[in-house]
């Protein structure tokens, strides 16, 4: 029996879900804020906004992405069929009971939620260690973003409301690990090849240590969050992070790619690394009140920027079609990048918090509005040139 296209690849049903979960999740949350809908869970309302942002939003768009990057860089055939199908399946099954919490034990909760990274882990491995891959490292991160979230479920068991924060923290710290490492591959890569295409080229300016030190400092923002966040030496290292992401977003020519929204939105994604640690630095170090939501910086400006960025590239490259894109899938990163600049800085404006809430929730919904709009039929179709996939 021939599979429907959607089940063909690993990018398709998870790119679709994380669409889905960005909309969904954000328009829930928004209206239990400003309309007093309510919401299904026994957890603190802000701990549930996170804990979905990332183990629902982000994590469905790694696992996306990861699925489809394997099998390119080991040759492995790629994901599909019934294996995908129960992956997909885990993944809604915590979404479902997550959003029902108040109705199920904890533990049942818990233990259908943190199976699903192992089990993403248990599908990626084979390929990746029959080739011993550079990328089998990866699979570290995912174990941490694991952890993290059993930390998460065990400082809600217990009612500590500042360790389940704490968790999140530093899950969303491991994310902006995966940008910068995965960020740092692709960006310069493709940036090279539009230019190259056009006629020009990258001239390599990489300094030496820039991209260890980048890492590094990551790990460095991981253990500092981990154990002591929003401390001055949090704050300090976060100073750090912004001045080494900031050199290494200097290197790639991104100015050179502001005809290629396709590329530029890479850049982009990777700019909100250092002003989102600049704004955390100056939140830590110093008695300013305005850039105390630097948080958003990182989670809507980096992270889910780079998601769009990736996945728009991606669904469009993995079903044959040339890597273009329509002018509102542009539009889509322009409201993104307005939703990431208004709850970030927002705040520090003269109008109701409520209104910031309202604007950057109007604005993350309709870019992800956009990209079903252009990227269901991708996603549920298939290629254009005939291939499997």
């Not at 960005?22 to 603190?44: D, G, K, N, Q, R």
């Not at 890569?189 to 030190?213: C, E, H, I, M, W």
């Not at 890597?323 to 990431?340: D, N, R």
């Not at 870019?367 to 991708?378: I, K, N, S």
């Amino acid at each position: 029996m021939r599979l429907p296209a959607v089940l063909g690849y690993g990018f398709r049903p998870f790119f679709l879900a994380a669409a889905l979960a960005a909309l969904l999740l954000i328009t829930w949350w928004a209206a239990s804020l400003e309309l007093h809908v309510p919401l299904a869970t026994a957890w603190p309302a802000a701990l549930w906004h996170g804990h979905e942002m990332v183990y629902g939003f982000i994590v469905a768009a790694v696992s996306g992405f990861l699925l489809t990057a394997v099998p390119s860089w080991t040759g492995a055939r790629g994901f599909a069929g019934w294996p995908l199908v129960l992956l997909v399946a885990l993944w809604l099954l915590g979404r479902l009971l997550v959003s029902s919490s108040a109705h199920w034990p904890l533990g049942v909760t818990a233990a259908a939620d943190l199976a699903f990274l192992p089990a993403l882990a248990i599908m990626l491995l084979p390929p990746l260690s029959r080739t011993r891959n550079r990328n089998t490292p990866l699979l570290i991160a995912l174990a941490a973003l694991c952890g993290a979230n059993g930390w998460f479920y065990w400082a809600v068991d217990q009612g500590y409301a500042a360790y389940a924060q704490r968790a999140l923290l530093v899950a969303v710290d491991i994310v902006l690990l995966l940008v910068t490492v995965i960020g740092g591959r692709i960006i310069p890569a493709f940036t090279s090849a539009a230019l190259k295409a056009r006629g020009g080229t990258l001239a390599s300016r990489a300094l030496p240590g820039v991209n260890t030190a980048a890492i590094a400092v990551m790990l460095a923002m991981v253990t500092l969050d981990a154990t002591m966040p929003d401390s001055r030496p949090a704050g300090a290292c976060a100073l750090l992070a912004a001045g080494i992401q900031a050199l290494r977003l200097s290197q790639w020519g991104g100015l050179r790619t502001l005809r290629l929204p396709i590329v530029w939105v890479l850049h982009l994604a990777y700019a909100w690394l250092p002003l989102g640690f600049a704004l955390k630095a100056l939140a830590l170090l110093t008695a300013a009140r305005w850039p105390a939501f630097w948080l958003h910086a990182l989670t809507v400006g980096a992270a889910a920027t780079m998601i769009m960025a990736v996945i728009t590239r991606a669904s469009l490259g993995h079903t044959g079609r040339p890597l273009v894109v329509s002018p509102i899938t542009v539009l889509a990163y322009v409201l993104l990048t307005a939703a990431a600049a208004v709850r970030s800085l927002g705040p520090a404006l003269p109008v109701p918090y409520a209104v910031v809430i309202g604007v950057s929730a109007f604005l993350w919904i309709a870019a992800f509005l956009l990209f079903l709009w252009v990227y269901t039929p991708v996603l549920l179709t298939r290629r254009v040139d005939g291939r499997a996939g």
